[in-house]
């Protein structure tokens, strides 16, 4: 029997029984005395009496459904006599999962070899039709089978050899037809599987089409408006997409470090419930819930613009009189780290003497996927950057207060005014606010000059492409474009036939389809929307900059009060896509599911990607040139844990020399470090530190004390080396170097600025490596205690302080975010600066990052009378948690790597020379 229709297929009920032979007229024989318990699908049409066995040796012949019996973890293989049709891993596996087959080759074959020559009904293979196969294998030397531009390889003697098995209702089918009636196929089974073959040569799944792929649009918990990267935008883009997998993007999510400060921060948070600073606005669970989104406006931002959240506050116990014991019991019995689930936290309430957990949820899937392709390419207009289609100003939605009820900055109405400085008052202001800008009607952000901040519900730093909602109007609506990329706007046909969406009236009059006008012009721009921001605390009074709020990541010109500007793409300041987007070799786009074939119908295309470049762009044209823009956002994180570039990357920001001298009594050391980026080094991350260390020694080991030490700061032209992926390669239309000339630089000017070196006397520096005990929530804070529901634990201050120690001469850079304690509860003492996390600061104490341009160079003298066999090295480190303070070093004064690796700090040399006297 034949089934008419793929339809009749019943996955709730899982066809178990009569399941011997699995075909029309098979058996079974197996190394296994159990049926498989797991049941999956292989289709184009069903695909019934083809062979199949599993990894854990059942065997047996596919069912009238296509059906075949599996257990968990093994992996089967569908043949027909010698020749493999199919090899499908455990991962691709699962209870009721239908896989279609979609390789030219195969389907072309099954669907020749069907017995009564129409596929409609399923695919049926024989006793007969088997024999007919293998002695066609047998008699053409066939082991695989292939096709050519038309037909499979062999069809001729295959029809001869199906006709002598009495299979004259056979007939031999073009590739087209074999497409022809898989596309039906793929119609009829939106929620099947294709399994296809990479550019690596691996297996990738995707669902049978990018229409398959989409949702129905929607704001609210498990809704979303965006497309997901990993179920639509990689089938098309496969090389594109494994670059963004890996990247601090595609992990902004559910990267480690971000998660326990993400806690940390609604730990925090739990502590300030019910207070009211100013006594004008109470924190309330409500305005906790609104808070906790905080940190998903850049991590996962289409869950936010969406508002796919679902947090929730709950009272678990009293804490007047709860021990640090029990506290941590409920801890244990509470707390949960899932990113693709349930986040909840624990902590204490010392207003109402509460203990309090707190949960915290994205409900899509797509959500989840962190700063996603869909995401950034619908970002529409950054706002008070300086372009032409934004105003230059911004009129405030809401009120801007220090933390969610502090004392109001700017009062809702007010307006904001562009200013080149980032240092500016209003600026400061406008990088307060994170994430986009959410209108009332997401089908109508503004299109219009004067339209800006009209009908506004949330302020941001920026606003989206237009989204309809499905079911507006009775309409139905679908994820997809327009979407903005570097050669024109996309996504303006939808492939579900039933999507009512104008999405040529979407896209912004600014923007045209087919020119290099939105990403080239507004690139820059759209990255400081993300990477320059303030935090939400303000810097306390006597600090510098006190009154503003304090700068969190600085990378607007370096925090410029130089004379570049935050738009242009210049030589003294580069587009950020220049050295973090890089041109690869690559295939940048090609069809659904099938990286071999690229897209030959132009009225899909934007005429840059045409693959025939019938409009002449030459290197300009990705896909004719062989070229993508790498999505790593390769920086000093791995990504897709490729240390190897994350170093090189590293390496290429900047440089460092190591030269000596000596007279026989006196020897004489110089050393530089030079910033070879476009921004600060270390750079924005308040987390990152660099740390150079120079050691002197003696023929016996012995380490030199330091004499003298002097440093002068030295500005002029740079050239940096562009860094990509492992195992990637630099097109060769490529820059392969970017040059940052010097263009004021040497005159920036922002609070914790530590002044240039001027050619006088410097000391070494340490980390202050001193434990502190203060009060605070959050989990860097070990050994904690609690009285009365304020919760104190101890931290480890790594504040960067003069060091004593003339063994070595050691130099520190970051951007110390913290706060000053009272540590001996004395107010007529000082307080003492504490390293804190970025969340939980409000005042940068010192920067003593390099700007950019900047070389510094650090004259030493040492005594070596009498001293043989000196021997000089420089080492530079790289600290990627060096906020921590934790650079742990050996009997040598290095770092000791093993020990340090296995605390997993993230410490990394970079930089080593030695000069031997």
């Not at 510098?544 to 600085?554: N, R, T």
């Not at 110089?670 to 150079?692: E, Q, V, W, Y």
Request: charged share 20%; aromatic share 8%; with cysteine.
């Amino acid at each position: 029997m034949k089934y008419a229709t793929l339809g009749s297929i019943a996955l709730a009920t899982l066809l178990v029984s009569g399941f011997s032979g699995c075909g029309s007229d098979g058996d079974t024989t197996n190394t296994t005395s159990t049926t498989p318990s797991l049941t999956g699908y292989y289709l184009d049409s069903a695909v019934v009496g083809v062979d199949y066995n599993t990894s854990g040796g059942y065997q047996g012949y596919t069912g009238n459904d296509g059906s075949f019996k599996f257990n968990t973890g093994e992996s089967v293989t569908l043949r027909l006599g010698e020749l493999t049709l199919r090899n499908i891993s455990s991962a691709n596996l699962a209870n009721g999962k239908k896989i279609i087959e979609n390789d030219d080759a195969v389907i072309t074959f099954l669907q020749s070899i069907d017995e009564d020559g129409d596929p409609t009904n399923g695919i049926s293979v024989t006793s007969q039709t088997r024999t007919a196969v293998q002695e066609w294998a047998t008699e053409n030397s066939i082991t695989s089978l292939e096709v050519n531009a038309t037909h499979l390889i062999g069809a001729n003697e295959l029809q001869t050899k199906l006709q002598a098995n009495d299979l004259n209702q056979t007939q031999i089918k073009t590739i087209e037809e074999a497409r022809t009636h898989l596309a039906a196929t793929l119609a009829a089974e939106p929620d099947a599987k294709i399994l296809y073959t990479d550019y690596k040569g691996e297996t990738r799944e995707a669902l049978s089409s990018a229409a398959a792929a989409e949702y129905h649009t929607g704001t609210g918990y498990g809704h979303t408006l965006f497309d997901s990267a990993d179920n639509k935008c990689q089938n098309c883009h496969n090389e594109l997409y494994d670059t963004w997998k890996g990247s601090m993007h595609g992990k902004s999510w559910t990267d480690p470090i971000f998660q326990s400060k993400f806690q940390d921060f609604l730990r925090t948070h739990i502590a300030k419930l019910n207070t009211n600073p100013t006594g004008t606005k109470e924190y309330t669970e409500t305005v906790f819930k609104g808070a906790a989104q905080t940190c998903i406006k850049c991590h996962a931002p289409a869950a936010y613009y969406a508002g796919d959240v679902e947090v929730t506050l709950t009272q678990i116990a009293d804490a007047t009189n709860i021990s640090s014991t029990e506290l941590a019991a409920l801890k244990v019995e509470h707390e949960a780290s899932d990113p693709s689930g349930q986040i909840s936290v624990i902590a204490a309430n010392s207003v109402v003497n509460k203990v309090y957990k707190a949960t915290f949820q994205i409900g899509h899937a797509a959500n989840r996927e962190g700063i996603n392709c869909a995401f950034c390419h619908s970002m529409e207009t950054p706002r008070m950057m300086g372009l032409t289609q934004d105003p230059d100003s911004y009129t405030l939605k809401n009120d801007i207060r220090v933390g969610p009820v502090g004392g109001i900055k700017a009062a809702a109405g007010t307006t904001l005014n562009y200013n080149v400085d980032a240092t500016d008052p209003d600026m400061n202001k406008f990088f307060r606010l994170w994430g986009p800008e959410k209108y009332s009607n997401t089908a109508a952000t503004p299109k219009n000059v004067n339209d800006y901040d009209v009908g506004k519900s949330a302020d941001g730093r920026y606003t989206m492409a237009s989204k309809d909602l499905n079911g507006t109007d009775g309409k139905v609506h679908y994820t997809g474009g327009p979407f903005y990329g570097p050669f024109g706007v996309t996504g303006l046909r939808n492939e579900n036939s039933t999507d009512e969406t104008n999405r040529t009236a979407q896209v912004h009059p600014d923007f045209n389809y087919a020119t290099n006008n939105h990403f080239g012009n507004n690139g820059k721009a759209l990255c400081l929307s993300c990477h320059q921001r303030s935090a939400g605390a303000a810097v306390p009074s006597g600090e510098d900059g006190a009154g503003q709020f304090m700068e969190l990541c600085s990378t607007w010109n370096a925090v410029t009060t130089g004379t570049d500007n935050n738009v242009d793409d210049t030589m003294s300041s580069p587009k950020c896509q220049k050295c973090h987007m890089e041109r690869i070799e690559g295939t940048v786009l090609h069809q659904w599911a099938s990286p071999d074939k690229l897209f030959t119908d132009k009225t899909l295309l934007t005429s840059h990607f045409y693959a025939d470049d019938s409009e002449g762009f030459g290197t300009d044209n990705p896909v004719a040139s062989g070229w993508l823009n790498s999505h790593a956002f390769l920086g000093a994180s791995k990504t897709g844990g490729d240390k190897a570039a994350a170093v090189a990357k590293i390496k290429s920001g900047f440089d460092a020399t190591l030269t000596t001298s000596n007279d026989g009594t006196t020897l004489t050391v110089t050393a530089t470090i030079t910033n070879k980026t476009a921004h600060m080094f270390p750079g924005a991350h308040p987390m990152r530190r660099t740390l150079s260390r120079i050691i002197v020694t003696d023929e016996n080991g012995t380490m030199l004390p330091v004499v003298s030490a002097t440093g002068t700061s030295t500005f002029g032209d740079i050239t940096n080396s562009v860094a990509t992926l492992t195992g990637k390669t630099l097109h060769s239309s490529a820059a392969s170097s970017v040059s940052v000339n010097l263009n004021g630089s040497d005159t920036l000017d922002f609070p914790g600025k530590v002044a240039d070196l001027n050619g006088s006397a410097v000391s070494s520096q340490k980390f202050t490596a001193q434990t502190v005990t203060i009060t605070g929530t959050d989990a860097t804070l070990t050994n904690q205690t609690i009285s009365n529901g304020v919760t104190s634990g101890d931290v480890f201050n790594a504040a960067i302080i003069d060091s004593s120690d003339t063994t070595n001469f050691t130099r520190i850079y970051g951007h110390e975010t913290g706060k000053k304690y009272d540590l001996d509860n004395n107010t007529s003492t000082d307080s003492v600066f504490v390293v804190r996390p970025g969340f939980d600061s409000n005042m940068v104490a010192n920067d003593t990052r390099l700007s950019p341009n900047e070389t510094e160079t650090y004259t030493l003298t040492y005594d070596i009378s009498g001293k043989a066999g000196i021997s000089t090295t420089y080492k530079v480190y790289y600290m990627q948690k060096g906020a921590n303070g934790k650079f742990l070093t050996g009997a040598d004064g290095w770092l000791d790597q093993a020990l340090s690796d296995s605390k997993k700090l993230l410490v990394t040399e970079v930089f080593s020379d030695t000069v031997t006297e």
